[in-house]
């Protein structure tokens, strides 16, 4: 969990989160001031990342990967999404999702807020994930044991 910020990030379960909140804070905060930029992590599991951020216009993430499938969702503003497909321009409640492991940057146009998720890939030693699921449900019994 980030210092700070307590109640964040969460594993998957029932949240309601207060984007406009999360968004008014997170654009007062000093790293969107010096960086031009400031994510918070909303939710964190094991198959499953939910990533709020902010950016100025001209600022972004440079040119990366993820660990698996992702959608970026534009909240406000307007980015530039750069992928091997070229660039698409997006703007408020514009979606966009990408295979995994495929290279891709964000720019932002004019200040704008994104909705990242990264879901977990799936393998083929464990398609369904239900390795994770046995997990959970171990564990969750370990827990009414004790």
């Given at each position: 969990?980030?210092?700070g910020?307590?109640d964040r990030?969460?594993?998957?379960?029932?949240?309601?989160?207060a984007?406009?909140?999360?968004?008014?804070?997170?654009?007062?905060e000093?790293?969107f001031?010096?960086?031009g930029?400031?994510?918070l992590?909303?939710?964190?599991?094991?198959?499953?990342?939910?990533?709020?951020?902010?950016?100025?216009?001209g600022?972004g993430?440079?040119?990366?990967?993820?660990?698996?499938?992702?959608?970026?969702?534009?909240?406000?503003?307007?980015?530039?999404?750069?992928?091997?497909?070229?660039?698409?321009?997006?703007?408020?409640?514009?979606?966009?999702?990408l295979?995994t492991?495929?290279p891709?940057?964000?720019?932002?146009?004019?200040?704008?807020?994104?909705?990242?998720t990264?879901?977990?890939?799936?393998?083929?030693?464990?398609?369904?994930?239900?390795?994770?699921?046995?997990?959970?449900?171990?564990?969750?019994q370990?827990?009414?044991r004790?």
């Amino acid at each position: 969990m980030s210092e700070g910020r307590p109640d964040r990030p969460q594993p998957i379960a029932l949240h309601r989160y207060a984007l406009a909140d999360q968004l008014v804070r997170l654009r007062s905060e000093a790293p969107f001031h010096t960086r031009g930029r400031d994510s918070l992590t909303l939710v964190r599991d094991p198959g499953f990342t939910l990533l709020l951020m902010v950016l100025k216009a001209g600022k972004g993430l440079p040119d990366h990967t993820a660990p698996g499938p992702i959608s970026v969702l534009v909240l406000d503003g307007r980015v530039t999404f750069t992928s091997q497909s070229g660039p698409i321009e997006l703007g408020p409640h514009d979606l966009i999702t990408l295979p995994t492991r495929i290279p891709h940057e964000v720019m932002a146009l004019e200040d704008s807020a994104i909705l990242i998720t990264i879901a977990q890939p799936i393998t083929h030693t464990d398609p369904f994930g239900l390795e994770g699921e046995r997990q959970a449900d171990a564990q969750e019994q370990e827990q009414t044991r004790t």
